[in-house]
């Protein structure tokens, strides 16, 4: 899953070696820094995201779960101080109005 934090942006599966865990990655480090503090970081390998922490899917979901309780903006985007990660963002929506509003094949036409 994918999920879309105002500071960081990160990609949660299930483990492979441990259905108990999941592996969350990230392409920017300070984005697990900042959203999973103490988790020991795994740097580089051949995979699409260069940076991924190992976490027990109880502990995962009292993290984002908090993260959840303490949503205090109104609006998503103007939350991100981030301007890569706002535009990142702002690509996204983007494409998922398209999305809305358009059958597939014509996205990108």
């Not at 900042?34 to 027990?56: L, Q």
């Not at 990142?88 to 998922?96: E, G, K, P, S, V």
């Amino acid at each position: 899953m994918w999920l879309c934090f105002n500071n960081g942006f990160v990609s949660a599966v299930q483990d492979r070696n441990n259905p108990d865990r999941f592996v969350v990655r990230a392409r920017r480090r300070e984005h697990l820094e900042d959203n999973f503090p103490g988790y020991e970081i795994v740097v580089g390998g051949s995979t699409d995201y260069y940076y991924r922490i190992f976490i027990n899917k109880k502990e995962f979901n009292e993290i984002v779960s908090k993260k959840i309780m303490d949503v205090d903006y109104d609006n998503f985007k103007n939350s991100v101080e981030d301007d890569d990660l706002h535009d990142l963002y702002a690509r996204f929506w983007t494409l998922h109005y398209k999305f809305q509003e358009y059958p597939l094949q014509k996205m990108y036409y």
